[in-house]
């Protein structure tokens, strides 16, 4: 019997977003959680009595222990460069969160570093390891409903002022707002169900939050692929209207909840780490709850209707419709816990001795029609894309 070798995962930046991260790593068959890196004590402290872990104020420090193999970047947006380079240099691989960067020359920089030593990089958090999107995508490569022709996705939620946001969330010259923080979401949606490659896109993107005028808070995207495919993409980040209200109260984590009794907390600032770090702890343990107690449904970002020419797809609570000239049938789709569709990825990809995907390249083209939106919405044109790649499958 061949024994696999286990792959000891180090967490850099113990914040809202590891909440989700840290207790799934645990369920992973062959990964281990063997350290944390963060810049404050207190979360250190905390991990340490729960997990047991040894733990680093720096990620540098934390990159030269012997007994970390991958590195999962979880700090904020600003520091996934650099980061990601201390990691790939000290030769661990790395799973980074979205977006993978904040300019298109920090995104090369990684993708430089990682062929440069030859580590594997997993672009995480993306909505590509859904597995409803995935099975749209098969779906769409497979031909079987003719060539793609529309993509339409929406997504409505409570982004700007329904949680407690750091100052650097809402500014978007530092990596804040909507663009940044849920665009890569929605691009990686059209993307991974459309192939990937964007030919150029148009769009306007807004700050209708007085409270929040550094942060965009909407945006509208009209984005043409390659073979001449058609998507859109809008989000609205405002809270008013909540688009589970059309996915069966459904959201990103695969909770069910009842829309209308969805409490809209709203802020209007932005506030110190303590304050959002209390707020999500409690969300987290809320979710886990909710997990322990009802059966988790498929995710849903927000509302996504896949057009092809001899029929349509959208999601259902537990797969996918598909319609066509039959009438409506249900293709059932497997679940997947958060946080686990990365490591998986990871593992495997080591274990079968091959590229791993979403990779760093796949990552910087996202960000390039992030940043291209913003772009076309202040040049008022339309945009050309020259760094996409293809999906894979
Ligand atoms: N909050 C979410 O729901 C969410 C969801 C998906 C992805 N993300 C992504 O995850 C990342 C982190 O977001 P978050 O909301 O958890 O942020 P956060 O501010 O809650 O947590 C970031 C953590 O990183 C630590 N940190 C800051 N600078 C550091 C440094 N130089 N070295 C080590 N640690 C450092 C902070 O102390 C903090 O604990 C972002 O890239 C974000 O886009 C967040």
């Not at 001899?310 to 249900?330: H, K």
Request: proline share 5%; charged share 25%.
């Amino acid at each position: 019997m061949v024994i696999e070798p286990v792959l000891k995962v180090g967490l850099a930046g113990v914040g809202s977003v590891s909440r989700t991260i840290l207790h799934n790593i645990q369920k992973i068959p062959g990964v281990k959680l063997t350290a944390v890196a963060d810049i404050r004590e207190e979360p250190l402290a905390q991990v340490r009595g729960e997990y047991g872990v040894e733990t680093f104020s720096s990620v540098e420090a934390m990159c030269e222990s012997p007994d970390v193999d991958a590195v999962w970047i979880c700090t904020p947006n600003l520091f996934h460069a650099e980061h990601t380079i201390i990691a790939a240099e000290a030769g661990k691989h790395v799973i980074c969160e979205k977006p993978m960067a904040v300019s298109l020359d920090e995104a090369q920089s990684m993708v430089d570093a990682v062929d440069r030593t030859g580590v594997r990089y997993v672009q995480g958090h993306s909505k590509i390891f859904d597995p409803p999107i995935r099975r749209m995508r098969e779906i769409v490569s497979s031909g079987e409903l003719g060539r793609l022709i529309q993509l339409n996705t929406w997504e409505f939620k409570p982004w700007i002022s329904g949680q407690p946001r750091l100052e650097t969330e809402v500014d978007s010259s530092k990596g804040g707002g909507v663009l940044y923080r849920q665009g890569p979401h929605q691009t990686d949606v059209v993307r991974g169900i459309g192939g990937g490659m964007v030919k150029s896109l148009r769009a306007i993107v807004g700050r209708w939050n007085s409270a929040f005028p550094l942060a965009e808070g909407d945006y509208t995207a009209f984005l043409e692929f390659e073979d001449g495919a058609a998507a859109t993409m809008v989000f609205n980040g405002y809270g008013y209207f909540d688009i589970t209200e059309l996915t069966w109260g459904i959201g990103e984590g695969g909770q069910q909840r009842d829309p209308a009794s969805v409490k809209r907390e709203r802020f209007a600032s932005a506030v110190e780490a303590d304050v959002k770090h209390e707020f999500a702890g409690a969300r987290a343990e809320r979710e886990r709850v909710e997990r322990e107690q009802r059966r988790t449904l498929q995710p849903f970002f927000g509302l996504t209707i896949v057009s092809c020419e001899r029929g349509d797809i959208r999601q259902s609570p537990e797969g996918l419709y598909v319609y066509d000239r039959d009438g409506r049938r249900e293709v059932e789709v497997a679940p997947e816990g958060h946080g686990r569709g990365e490591l998986t990825e990871l593992r495997n990809a080591l274990r079968e001795d091959r590229p791993t995907f979403p990779d760093a390249r796949w990552g910087m083209a996202t960000l390039e029609v992030i940043l291209a939106i913003l772009r076309s919405s202040r040049e008022r044109r339309e945009v050309t894309l020259s760094h996409q790649v293809p999906c894979p499958y």
